[in-house]
């Protein structure tokens, strides 16, 4: 993709989905169709997947088809948000001789920068992946709200499935850029953002309620929750989380049958000792005890640019290891944030008790600082799951490195603490001036 794309050719166009998303379908559609006889005269006068219609592949009759592609979407684009997230943050460090990829953890992102602008989730881009996510699982609740129950089985199902991935990946574009723009509209502040995604969640918690879908009201809901925290609605965030059993997880789904099916956070520290697991999250403890939810080891060996010791994170075991998208161990710690240690103190106390963890509870000294021991259990319960960098900003927690260390190589550590709109976003959309 280049780095300005037209505005037809962009995230958020229907072109670029449609582009995308018939090229599977038309290459069954190919090898359907083909025989040995013409098999090659077929090839030479077939046209493009690319410039399938719209109404050729939005049928339906493919509405699973569509809403699972969607899906997948966010799920590729989440890993990539949470390595680069976890570079920006300090939970992990570059490990690589790749220049392109040091202004993630130096915190210094330019918006001429293609990397985090346009690559794709496999080599950790945000903007692009994360966009395409939210367009997608839009236009799937676009598509299905023109159709109805007679001809697409669980369609309501399916609409609130994909205003939830539309909602989380708003969330994403909220908590790590400055602003954004979706469908070339005009440019969103974060708190717009978060509006945005607000709005996702309503429905599909409305549509969960109504079907009796508990697995997506609490998804939606955990969703709704953090955008609320986000945009300051505090009681309302509390509110939403309350209702969530403790118990509750939902996670991507992975395979090894390519690269943007796997766990990208294994993919790049255990596997291709590309990313470094940063000093802060080593060796902690709790009550004198190792903390489990941060497990990290000596990986015996130094990084790919030979720099540093290789320290590995143990969180995500294999290359299928799942990443959760929603908990409701996060929905405890936003209740305990907001309503602070009468209600709070209870809760990390049965979050540390928990089967798996079996931590101490809280010290006094803990107690005496709640509000500063649950920051730092939500950095400790939350690791690498792509939410330490917004913590930051949130909280506005100190940075490390601080702003001004000389950065390894080269240059200095920067204070960002969101990423710029890219450029490519800029020169792609009318709304904006040139």
């Known amino acids: 993709m280049r780095d300005f794309m037209r505005s037809a050719d962009r995230p958020g166009s229907h072109r670029w989905a449609t582009r995308r998303a018939s090229r599977g379908m038309a290459s069954l559609v190919l ?28 049928q339906p009759a493919n509405a699973a088809l569509i809403a699972a ?4 979407d966010y799920e590729c684009a989440l890993g990539g948000y949470v390595v680069a997230a976890g570079l920006a943050s300090g939970e992990l460090l570059d490990g690589t001789q790749t220049a392109a990829r040091w202004s993630y953890d130096r915190r210094d992102v330019l918006p001429t920068d293609a990397l985090y602008a346009t690559s ?51 969330i994403h574009l909220a908590e790590g850029f400055c602003s954004c723009a979706i469908d ?13 995604a607000i709005a996702r969640f309503d429905k599909a918690i409305a549509l969960a309620t109504q079907i009796n879908d508990q697995v997506l009201l609490n998804l939606a809901l955990v969703g709704r929750a953090r955008a609320r925290l986000g945009r300051g609605n505090r009681a309302g965030a509390a509110e939403d989380a309350a209702r969530v059993p403790v118990g509750f997880v939902f996670n991507t789904t992975t395979d090894n049958n390519a690269p943007r099916r796997q766990n990208r956070i294994f993919a790049q520290n255990n596997a291709g000792f590309a990313v470094n697991v940063a000093p802060t999250y080593r060796a ?51 209740v305990a944030e907001v ?56 909280l506005s927690l100190p940075q490390t490195p601080a702003a ?31």
């Open 69 to 72: 592609s969607a899906v997948s």
């Open 31 to 58: 090898l359907a169709t083909a025989t040995a006889c013409d098999q090659v005269d077929r090839l030479l006068t077939v046209q493009s997947p690319s410039i399938l219609s719209e109404e050729q592949y939005l």
């Open 120 to 170: 794709g989730c496999e080599g950790i881009g945000v903007y692009t992946p994360m966009s395409t996510a939210r367009y997608t699982n839009d236009l799937v609740v676009r598509q299905l709200e023109s159709w109805t129950d007679a001809q697409v089985p669980n369609r309501q199902r399916l609409i609130a499935q994909a205003s939830a991935f539309a909602g989380f990946s708003l």
């Open 184 to 196: 070339v509209g005009p440019e969103l502040t974060t708190d717009q953002a978060f509006d945005q």
């Open 339 to 394: 309503r602070g240690s009468g209600e709070g103190v209870a809760i990390l106390n049965a979050l540390r008790a928990r089967a798996g963890v079996a931590l101490p509870a809280l010290s006094a000294a803990e107690i005496a600082a709640f509000q500063a021991t649950v920051i730092e259990e939500r950095r400790r319960e939350l690791f690498l799951q792509g939410q330490q960098w917004f913590d930051q900003k949130r």
């Open 404 to 434: 001004g260390t000389p950065y390894p190589k080269g240059g200095s550590y920067g204070n960002q603490r969101c990423w710029p709109l890219p450029d490519a976003e800029r020169l792609a959309n009318p709304n904006f001036g040139r």
């Open 284 to 334: 902690l403890t709790t009550g004198g005890r190792p903390d489990p939810r941060v497990l990290v080891t000596d990986g015996g060996r130094n990084t790919t640019d030979q720099a540093g010791r290789l320290w590995l994170q143990n969180k995500y075991t294999s290359l299928t290891a799942v990443n959760p998208v929603a908990t409701g161990i996060e929905a405890q710690l936003i």
